[in-house]
């Protein structure tokens, strides 16, 4: 067993796996930060309206480019010759800056027809549409890092793109005021990934004829979009009901608090898999290296989910105590969530993404999209009736299902060689 966590552990860190962890820690910090400076410097009405709107453009954010930069980390990893790597690198991004064009005028076209209840919202809407396509671009260098098994170059554009945007923020915001905190969301992941584009030393194509670049490479890439903006709204589907079904607004404010540290684990299997998913998808068809990598990697997070769980049944109270006094009475319900991101680290973390890797992403989106419609039927009969308590239960229960789903979806695909 301590052999099994050592080798993953070692592969993992000889991957810069660990340069991926302190990047994806610190980018957590630099953003936090941010959002303070903005708090202090921009005047909150006029920060919640650009923050709607933002929020808006955050759904769109993972469909940019159609998601084809998801396309191309996995169709690149299964490619041997650099030079059909580069050529498809090349394809998604003429493909891509399209598509993502394509989006932006579909959101101001709809964003013209609909009556806003905040003043200025479909100007700050237009402008930060425009953020679609700095991200797609950024997405798709970060994806190339990857695709050369470069993960350190990988964590140094994640880490330098969020302390730009800290720069940015506090210069921009201080003289244009909210323009600035819009131009500085922008700006920071296109100034990055033109600065860090040439880090890559790749040669570009005009002539991208690739066999793999059919219809499965769309769909792959548009469901893996979906799957990103499906998994966005189950995470704060339970908010929305909770406003909607329960008469006391603070107990939106209170789900959300007590959510926030279970929600922030999450970055841990993604931390793994973000270093390791390349490797996986190469070896996809060595059915000893993945089913040895899924023992150490369920061994090493069970662990880690024991070890987290405990601390919370422990210390539960105290943890809460950091939020305010308020929110030990709901403990019982940071417990029950804390269990429910348990089932993603021991199940969805790995079959989620292996899915991904044998070329199944629209398997994921199938059980998202169910689960989503689980948890407004099953919130609409527990909020009423035990609070914020039965929306952790539906939550933490629908973790476990999903990634339940994933391990029997993926098994029975592999099996079947239906990849």
Aim: glycine share 6%.
């Amino acid at each position: 067993m301590i052999l099994l966590i050592k080798n993953f552990i070692g592969g993992f860190i000889s991957r810069s796996g660990n340069a991926v962890f302190i990047s994806t820690v610190l980018s957590r910090i630099l953003s936090f930060i941010g959002s303070m400076i903005a708090l202090r410097l921009l005047d909150n009405k006029e920060l919640g309206v650009i923050l709607f709107a933002y929020s808006i453009i955050q759904f769109m954010i993972p469909v940019g480019g159609f998601g084809l930069h998801q396309s191309l980390l996995r169709y690149g990893a299964l490619l041997a010759s650099t030079r059909d790597k580069e050529k498809l690198f090349s394809y998604v991004l003429k493909h891509g800056i399209v598509g993502s064009l394509i989006l932006i005028i579909i959101v101001l076209l709809i964003g013209w027809f609909i009556s806003f209840q905040f003043d200025k919202t479909f100007y700050y809407l237009c402008i930060l549409s425009t953020a679609i396509l700095s991200n797609f671009i950024f997405e798709l260098v970060k994806t190339q890092f990857r695709l050369q098994h470069k993960n350190a170059l990988f964590a140094k554009a994640e880490f330098f793109q969020n302390f730009l945007l800290v720069v940015l923020i506090f210069t921009l915001t201080n003289y244009l005021g909210g323009l600035g905190y819009v131009i500085a969301l922008i700006s920071a992941p296109f100034i990055t990934a033109i600065l860090f584009v040439r880090k890559l030393q790749i040669t570009f194509y005009l002539n991208t004829n690739l066999s793999i670049t059919n219809v499965d490479f769309w769909k792959y890439g548009f469901f893996g979009g979906l799957s990103n903006v499906v998994t966005q709204l189950l995470f704060i589907i339970d908010i929305i009901l909770i406003g909607e079904l329960m008469t006391d607004p603070l107990m939106v404010t209170h789900y959300k608090y007590i959510s926030i540290i279970p929600f922030s684990l999450l970055f841990l299997p993604r931390v793994f898999m973000a270093a390791d998913f390349v490797s996986l998808t190469e070896k996809i068809g060595q059915k000893v290296y993945i089913r040895n990598y899924i023992k150490s990697y369920q061994l090493f997070f069970s662990l880690l989910s024991l070890l987290i769980f405990s601390i919370s049944c422990f210390f539960r109270k105290s943890i809460l105590l950091l939020f305010g006094k308020e929110y030990v009475n709901y403990s019982d319900s940071f417990v029950i969530l804390i269990f429910g991101i348990t089932g993603i680290f021991i199940f969805r973390g790995i079959y989620g993404n292996l899915l991904s890797s044998i070329g199944k992403m629209s398997v994921n989106y199938y059980i998202v999209s169910i689960a989503i419609l689980i948890n407004i039927l099953s919130n609409f009969y527990l909020i009423p009736i035990y609070g914020i308590k039965g929306a952790a239960v539906t939550s933490s229960t629908l973790m476990w299902l999903t990634g339940i789903a994933s391990w029997v979806c993926f098994n029975y695909l592999y099996k079947k060689k239906d990849y």
